[in-house]
């Protein structure tokens, strides 16, 4: 079983950044692959990123590509997501998810995660 809880969210202006963090309970967070999804008003939720359980492998939805950076720290069970040239489309609320299969390979769709955090909003004004 994990818990995760996700803070760092708020307002910001357009060009801005925020971190992310999502701290996670559990003996077995170093083996699990992490992922970061959003759910904006009206619509469905969508992938962001995720990084493999050793940190080596990352991947990005095209829309935050270049501008996102996830990461983890094993040794404090957390995982990030720095988040720089904010857009008022960024606009949404964040979820971090843990996929419980041991050292799996990282999955880009919700279907593949187990655990997930209540949210964390955040809003980027023009």
């Known amino acids: 079983q994990v818990q995760l809880e996700e803070s760092g969210g708020g307002l910001v202006q357009a060009g801005g950044s925020l971190r992310l963090s999502c701290a996670a309970s559990?003996?077995?967070?170093?083996?699990?692959?992490m992922g970061w999804f959003r759910q904006a008003p009206g619509k469905e939720r969508e992938f962001v990123a995720a990084?493999?359980?050793?940190?080596?492998?990352?991947y990005y939805a095209e829309s935050v590509k270049g501008r996102f950076t996830i990461s983890r720290d094993n040794a404090k069970n957390t995982v990030y997501l720095q988040m720089d040239s904010l857009k008022p489309e960024d606009t949404a609320v964040y979820y971090c998810?843990?996929?419980?299969?041991?050292?799996?390979?990282?999955?880009?769709?919700?279907?593949?995660?187990?655990?997930w955090g209540q949210g964390t909003q955040v809003t980027v004004s023009s």
């Open positions: 559990g003996r077995t967070f170093s083996t699990c692959g």
């Open positions: 998810a843990a996929d419980r299969r041991y050292k799996s390979r990282v999955t880009i769709t919700d279907r593949g995660y187990d655990y």
């Open positions: 990084i493999s359980w050793s940190g080596t492998s990352t």
